[in-house]
């Protein structure tokens, strides 16, 4: 039981809660965002073609997300398990990593849902925009990204409900209190996950 996925508007938080949980539970922390971000910062050419779409809030084409992910989760340090961050988010991208997984004899064990209220998040992402001057997060940008959000991301939680994998996590509070609600919300389905090392901070 290792393969997640965290689910969740932007600023609910789940890059940081992505790279607390990999590294207590072992697994990499694998976020599309931060890829496509690096991409853009070292000017490839993947970069140069994400760009404008990640700017505007609007998802970069499948066409160029799929083949990245994929090509992620055949690293060896993903073979034993991983932890998703902000892919799949569309129904076309849950297809392809249904498809890719089942080819492995895979599936997503657990799907962790960040719930937020709107309203916070872009309190939030007003914050750090602020602080980390990301381009996307300025507010008319923020408030597209969490349309495109509802429109596109939203529909993939009644999928995975569906399923049975779906876990719902209130993602107010501290980063501590977060990371606590989904570490009981792991161990009330039986994925122990020991308690943070000094070096996880
Ligand atoms: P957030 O969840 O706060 O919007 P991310 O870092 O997950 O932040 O994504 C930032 C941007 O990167 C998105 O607005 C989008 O342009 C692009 N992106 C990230 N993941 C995907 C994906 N799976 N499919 C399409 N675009 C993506």
């Known amino acids: 039981m290792s393969r ?16 607390l949980l990999s590294q207590m539970l072992s697994i990499p922390a694998i976020s599309t965002g931060d ?12 970069g140069r073609l994400a760009k404008a779409f990640m700017d505007a809030g609007d998802n970069v ?4 997300t799929n083949e990245l992910v994929r090509a992620r989760l055949v690293e060896d340090d993903s073979v034993a398990g991983f932890l998703l961050d902000g892919y799949p988010r569309t129904v076309d991208q849950v297809r392809e990593l249904d498809e890719f997984l089942a080819s492995r004899d895979e599936a997503l064990d657990l799907v962790i849902e ?18 980390q001057g990301r381009s996307d997060d300025t507010e008319a940008v923020v408030r597209h990204r969490l349309e495109v959000y509802a429109e596109q991301t939203e529909p993939l939680i009644d999928i995975y409900s569906s399923r049975g994998v779906l ?13 606590a609600r989904i ?8 994925i122990s996950v020991p308690e943070p090392d000094s070096a996880a901070g």
Request: proline share 6%; no cysteine.
């Open 183 to 190: 570490a009981d919300a792991l161990a009330a389905r039986g």
């Open 61 to 64: 084409p499948d066409s160029l």
């Open 35 to 46: 890829i496509f971000r690096s991409n853009v910062k070292n000017e490839t050419e993947l």
């Open 4 to 19: 997640f996925l965290l689910i969740g508007p932007p600023g609910a938080g789940k890059g940081t809660q992505a790279v």
């Open 167 to 179: 876990v719902k996590v209130d993602a107010i509070g501290t980063v501590e209190e977060v990371t």
């Open 114 to 131: 960040l719930v937020a209220d709107p309203e916070v998040v872009i309190a939030r992402l007003s914050k750090r925009a602020t602080e």
